[in-house]
């Protein structure tokens, strides 16, 4: 079916709010990963999901960020209380199945502002 | 340290020449390599995957290399376009947990006609 869908795809906020970012696979995929991108910067991993395994949290920069995967498909990644250097572009991607074999299915992201 | 590292400084190549992106790695022994293409406010697009006994993989005007003794990926696109310009990021997947993948900062290709 479709792609992977990302909403919002951009977001302004003031330091201090919190943000949701949410994230849509492709159907029947089981693994999902969020990234951040920094202008001009590569690809930070953040966290991902497969099946019901517990997710890999530990690309998290810090205990404001977190994510949660409902029923196996749509994702949403909280920022809380944001900062400035959280600006960025935020990326989901989904696959088949979380291995480095996988082709990852990117979304084309939500970037982010922080004011 | 594990380490990746792409070409820091942009290529610019005459349409119709070969180029040539080069991706390194130190301290790593990834069982796969792949490549994306990934254009100005779009996420990363998929193009190849090679494992580690395999040498050379192509696929249309795209040829990549694989040497682990190198330590080292090349990506080729044959008979560039301007449509090959875009940024072009190596990922590995991660020794011991081939999970995830670890991604090198990208190459930016700019084709002139």
């Known amino acids: 079916g479709a792609g992977v869908s990302q909403s919002p795809s951009n977001k302004v906020t003031e330091k201090g709010k919190d943000v949701e970012l949410r994230c849509d696979p492709i159907?029947?995929?089981?693994?999902l990963y969020w990234y951040r991108q920094s202008l001009g910067q590569g690809l930070e991993f953040l966290i991902y999901?497969?099946?019901?395994?517990?997710?890999?949290k530990s690309g998290l920069p810090s205990d404001r960020f977190s994510a949660e995967r409902t029923g196996g498909s749509v994702s949403t990644l909280t920022i809380q209380r944001t900062q400035q250097e959280d600006s960025a572009v935020y990326l989901c991607?989904?696959?088949?199945?979380?291995?480095?074999?996988?082709?990852?299915?990117f979304g084309p992201g939500t970037r982010l502002l922080v004011l | 340290s594990q380490k990746i590292e792409q070409n820091s400084e942009a290529l610019n190549i005459q349409e119709g020449k070969t180029a040539t992106l080069t991706c390194n790695y130190t301290?790593?022994?990834?069982?796969?390599l792949q490549w994306y293409r990934q254009d100005p406010g779009r996420g990363p697009v998929f193009l190849l995957l090679?494992?580690?006994n395999e040498k050379e993989k192509r696929k249309e005007r795209l040829k990549v290399t694989f040497d682990t003794t190198l330590k080292q990926s090349l990506f080729h696109i044959t008979a560039s376009q301007p449509a090959d310009s875009a940024t072009y990021l190596c990922?590995?997947?991660?020794?011991?947990?081939?999970?995830?993948?670890?991604w090198g900062l990208g190459t930016s290709l700019a084709v002139n006609p």
């Open positions: 301290n790593y022994s990834p069982a796969y």
């Open positions: 999901f497969q099946g019901n395994s517990a997710p890999d």
């Open positions: 990922a590995l997947d991660l020794a011991g947990n081939n999970r995830k993948l670890i």
């Open positions: 159907s029947g995929h089981t693994a």
């Open positions: 090679i494992r580690e």
């Open positions: 991607a989904s696959s088949l199945a979380a291995s480095g074999q996988e082709t990852q299915y």
